[in-house]
T-cell receptor, first 112, second 112 residues
C-alpha cells in the first residue's frame, strides 16, 4: 500500500463511451502524474500537475482530458477512445524536490 | 531534453549470483536518479534514489546502485540474486522541473 489509490482497477469501455479514472492521495504531495503503460511504450508520461497547475502535457490526444480539482485528487476523463488506447494507466504523486514518486496500482483499461 | 536508456530488455541470472541492471541518462545539470520495481499487475515500487553525496546508494531488498557522473550511468546491483527478485525494473531521471522520465524497463529473470 503506497498511499495512492486508483479507481476503478479494471475498466472496459466502448469507443463511444465517456468514463473517468480517479486517483487520490492523502500524503501531502503537491505533484501528481498520469502515465500510460503498454507493451509498445512502457511508462509513457502523459500529464504532470504541480500545485494543481498542469505543467506538462506530453502531446497527448484531446480524447484524454485531465483534471486536478485539488492537491489530493487527479482525474483522467476519457471519451471516444480507440482500441490502441487500451493499456495500464498509472497515477503517481510526489512531494517535490528530490523525493521519490509513489504509484497507485493502476487502472487496466480495455477499449472495445 | 532529459532521457533515460536501459539498453537490455532482459537480464537472466542464476540464483545466488550477482546481478546488474544497466541505466544511462542524459540531462543538463545535476540529475535526480531513481530505480523502481514492478511486479505483475501492480504499480511501481520505489527501490532507491541518488540525489547528492555518496555515489553508492543502498536501497530496499538488498539492492544498491552506483552513480557515475563521467559515464552518466546509474546501474542497479545486488550481490546475490533471489528468484523473488524476478520482476520489471525501471530507471528514472528528474531534473529542474517536476517531469519524471522513465526508461523502457528491463525484465530480470532469476533462475533457481
Amino acid at each position: 500500500e503506497t498511499g495512492v489509490t486508483q479507481t476503478p482497477r479494471h475498466l472496459v469501455m466502448g469507443m463511444t463511451n465517456k468514463k473517468s479514472l480517479k486517483c487520490e492521495q492523502h500524503l501531502g504531495h503537491n505533484a501528481m502524474y498520469w502515465y500510460k503503460q503498454s507493451a509498445k511504450k512502457p511508462l509513457e508520461l502523459m500529464f504532470v500537475y504541480s500545485l494543481e497547475e498542469r505543467v506538462e502535457n506530453n502531446s497527448v490526444p484531446s480524447r484524454f482530458s485531465p483534471e486536478c480539482p485539488n492537491s489530493s485528487h487527479l482525474f483522467l476523463h476519457l471519451h471516444t477512445l480507440q482500441p490502441e488506447d487500451s493499456a495500464l494507466y498509472l497515477c503517481a504523486s510526489r512531494l517535490g524536490g528530490g523525493t521519490e514518486a509513489f504509484f497507485g496500482q493502476g487502472t487496466r483499461l480495455t477499449v472495445v | 531534453a532529459q532521457s533515460v536508456a536501459q539498453p537490455e530488455d532482459q537480464v537472466n541470472v542464476a540464483e545466488g549470483n550477482p546481478l546488474t541492471v544497466k541505466c544511462t541518462y542524459s540531462v543538463s545539470g545535476n540529475p535526480y536518479l531513481f530505480w523502481y520495481v514492478q511486479y505483475p499487475n501492480r504499480g511501481l515500487q520505489f527501490l532507491l534514489k541518488y540525489i547528492t553525496g555518496d555515489n553508492l546508494v543502498k536501497g530496499s531488498y538488498g539492492f544498491e546502485a552506483e552513480f557515475n557522473k563521467s559515464q552518466t550511468s546509474f546501474h542497479l546491483k545486488k550481490p546475490s540474486a533471489l528468484v523473488s527478485d524476478s520482476a520489471l525494473y525501471f530507471c528514472a531521471v528528474r531534473a529542474h522541473t517536476d517531469k519524471l522520465i522513465f526508461g523502457t524497463g528491463t525484465r530480470l529473470q532469476v533462475f533457481p
